[in-house]
């Protein structure tokens, strides 16, 4: 007992002391400076513009003198030239501990189009190789620019939640990452045809099934033990899907725990489950209706749209994947139009109907000659192309995606106090989208991940 004394005292007063030379040690503090920087709340433009950070976080922002006035004498400065800064962007919809690649032409008639690439992602990769594909992903999607990402789902047992934990500690290198761990599905989830043999323990690696309201309550406790950050659920998949009475359990359960529900919802009905069911988000809404839109803006619920295959994604990555028959080509090509056709009547009616929306890449797959922040910097030319303007893009990954997380006291903004995420284009945003494609500066927590502007 004595001795258990003597170590408990031993190791507080070592904290304790570790904690003064912490407070004792001086702010790192940087100064930014560009040609502009965008508001994405306003819109409005701030020219030339400067950014103190201290510590991590956003301290002042202003014009270069008023700024740099406030700094201390000799502070370290990065100069961006003409650049455009924006706050770091945020991909709400990941899949880090994915990368799947497509079926060959001969291999499409065999199997649907969801396999073998996502089994044999899931199943025939062990817990650990995922885990370090997915620290190669985080670590290319923050070089694109990506500064938070929210990952739902696909992450075996808690995959996403350990790459979570090394991201902040700073073992990897990589986004805020919050972390869903396991899908709650309905029985089943994406594998309805898995050889019964070796079914049950991939369904369990992979997904939290429930179809009652205690299985639900229980499915997000499962969650909760591994510590995410969010819960994210199938609502419909293949026609299996689940109930109100179920979905009402799961968002009182994780709301108890202050967390937030993403609902993967495609069809109508499964839309509709999720708003009755009252959760923070609808991720996809493909068949979303104008009176269901309406009901999601006056509940305040999010839709999260996930526009990776609005512009011809199919065609492009077949076409730097795999030989095809002039035949399956043409079928590719004229199933990517009416795919954009359809997006672009849905971003219409979503843009009028003032309902709150983000957007999230979903990106999950081999994309050759991109990496994966290259291939989620996708999103912004597929939106735009299906008529959503760029500034709503803009705040699709910044302000709004933050609100949608419950994040906007941290990040989503360059104003004072929050977390110092930047990232600066070469050119105007604004007058080009894909300027978010090209990415030259990325400074994560205050500390620079890459800077292409630099002049020497
Ligand atoms: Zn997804």
Not at 149 to 165: F, K, P
Not at 190 to 207: G, S
Not at 371 to 393: C, E, K, N, W, Y
Not at 400 to 410: F, I, S
């Amino acid at each position: 007992m004595r001795k258990l004394f003597t170590l408990l005292a031993t190791l507080f007063f070592a904290l304790f002391s570790a904690g003064e030379l912490v407070a004792q040690s001086p702010a790192v503090v940087t100064l930014v400076r560009a040609g502009r920087l965008l508001d994405p709340r306003t819109g409005n433009v701030l020219s030339p513009a400067a950014v103190l950070t201290e510590d991590g976080k956003i301290k002042e922002v202003g014009s270069p003198s008023q700024v740099q006035a406030d700094a201390p004498a000799g502070v370290k400065t990065i100069d961006l030239g003409s650049a455009t800064l924006l706050p770091g962007l945020i991909d709400s919809h990941t899949h880090l501990l994915l990368n799947v690649t497509l079926p060959t032409e001969a291999e499409m008639t065999r199997y649907t189009e969801f396999q073998p690439g996502l089994l044999l992602a899931v199943a025939a990769k062990s817990p650990a190789e995922r885990v370090l594909l997915g620290a190669q992903m985080a670590r290319e999607d923050l070089e694109s620019g990506f500064t938070t990402v929210r990952n739902v789902g696909h992450s075996g047992i808690d995959g996403d939640v350990a790459l979570r934990n090394a991201i902040n500690a700073g073992r990897v290198p990589g986004p805020r990452i919050l972390a869903a761990a396991r899908k709650l599905t309905p029985l089943g989830g994406y594998f309805q045809n898995l050889n019964p043999a070796i079914a049950e323990p991939i369904l369990q690696q992979e997904f939290l099934q429930v179809a009652s309201p205690d299985e639900a309550r229980r499915a997000v406790d499962e969650d909760l033990f591994y510590s995410v950050d969010l819960i994210k659920v199938v609502a419909d998949d293949n026609g299996a899907g689940i109930t109100v009475p179920v979905m009402t359990a799961i968002v009182e359960e994780a709301h108890r725990a202050h967390l937030r529900v993403a609902v993967h919802a495609q069809t109508k009905i499964a839309i509709q489950t999720a708003i009755d069911g009252g959760v923070d988000s609808i991720e996809h809404g493909n068949a979303v209706t104008d009176e269901q839109l309406k009901m999601m803006r006056d509940k305040g619920m999010f839709l999260d749209i996930t526009p990776t295959w609005y512009d011809g994604f199919a065609t492009k990555i077949y076409d730097a994947s795999i030989v095809m028959s002039p035949a399956f080509r043409s079928a590719l090509v004229a199933g990517d139009d009416r795919a954009r056709q359809r997006a672009a009547a849905r971003v219409q009616r979503v843009l009028k109907s003032g309902v709150k929306f983000a957007a999230g890449s979903d990106m999950c797959w081999f994309y050759p000659g991109k990496t994966r922040g290259q291939a989620s910097a996708t999103m912004f030319t597929a939106l735009h192309d299906v008529g959503m303007p760029p500034l709503d893009i803009i705040r699709a990954v910044t302000v709004n995606a933050a609100e949608m997380l419950g994040w906007q006291d941290q990040v989503g903004a360059v104003e004072p106090g929050k977390f110092a995420d930047l990232v600066a284009v070469a050119g105007d945003p604004i007058a080009d989208i894909s300027e978010l494609e090209r990415v030259r500066f990325v400074m994560k927590d205050g500390q620079v991940v890459r800077n292409d502007l630099a002049s020497h």
